[in-house]
């Protein structure tokens, strides 16, 4: 089943489970300050996106800005990126909506994008 990370102040990700709602998708929803990804979805949704760590930030957050890591993640390591986003559910960009089975990789809400993936 398609897993979303979510955060309830996030009008993007209110967007995402209306739509999914719409279209009668099923979904389990997770609050992502609370319960961030796991190490094994951030890794298959790096990949997904051709290793590109930055698509996986919030970098409009305000942890993001406040441990200055507009500087510091191009220095970091994979393993330590990561290892931030699954400590701190702030940092990832959202919504993240993940489903390894159906191969379903989608970060932030663009309705073509999620059209394409699960219709």
């Not at 999914?20 to 298959?44: C, G, Y």
């Not at 940092?91 to 159906?102: G, Q």
Request: hydrophobic share 45%; net charge positive.
């Amino acid at each position: 089943m398609l897993k979303i990370y979510v955060y309830s102040g996030c009008s993007t990700c209110r967007n995402a489970i209306k739509w999914l709602k719409q279209h009668v998708i099923p979904f389990e929803e997770i609050a992502i300050r609370e319960t961030p990804p796991s190490l094994a979805d951030l890794k298959a949704m790096l990949a997904a996106h051709d290793g590109d760590l930055l698509k996986l930030f919030n970098v409009s957050g305000l942890d993001y800005r406040s441990l200055g890591l507009k500087d510091k993640l191009p220095t970091l390591s994979t393993d330590a990126a990561l290892k931030l986003l699954v400590e701190n559910g702030n940092l990832v960009k959202r919504p993240f909506a993940i489903d390894a089975k159906k191969k379903v990789h989608l970060i932030g809400f663009k309705e073509p994008e999620w059209q394409a993936a699960l219709t």
